[in-house]
């Protein structure tokens, strides 16, 4: 099984090298609360460079205060989408990548995607039946 790694919001930094360090991730999506809900992402590179970058080593981040390098407009995909290169014109998931010059993404089980859903409402009951039709004049409304 290949393991996950998540950081809560709240973390401070010294935990994030520790985890870091130990898991050997330069990328790592934050989360708050539940584990399912992502918000972001740390780059480990982004934390180390702005601290040798600070003239007195002071920076947010070793007072405990990551927030200010998590990215928070990240691209969720589910891990089940394929991502494959070498088959005809690039896929639907590159193309996404390409015209928004992402070069990260956050891959979800789509188990966790169900699991909002339900939370929200928004998910179908088991027994629930769609019926679709085309319009007898062709467009739809």
Request: glycine share 8%.
């Amino acid at each position: 099984m290949r393991e996950e790694l998540r950081l809560l919001a709240t973390m401070g930094a010294e935990e994030l090298y520790r985890i870091a360090a130990e898991k050997n991730f330069s990328r790592i999506p934050i989360y708050d609360g539940r584990i399912y809900n992502i918000i972001g992402l740390i780059n480990i590179l982004d934390v180390l460079y702005s601290e040798s970058d600070s003239e007195n080593g002071l920076t947010g981040v070793n007072h405990g205060d990551i927030s200010p390098y998590i990215r928070w407009n990240i691209r969720f995909v589910p891990e089940s989408k394929r991502v494959d290169a070498f088959r005809g014109d690039a896929p639907f998931t590159l193309q996404l990548a390409a015209k928004h010059r992402l070069h990260t993404a956050c891959p979800v089980p789509v188990g966790i995607i169900k699991a909002v859903e339900v939370e929200a409402g928004l998910a179908l009951p088991a027994d629930a039946t769609i019926k679709l039709s085309k319009p007898e004049d062709g467009f739809t409304s």
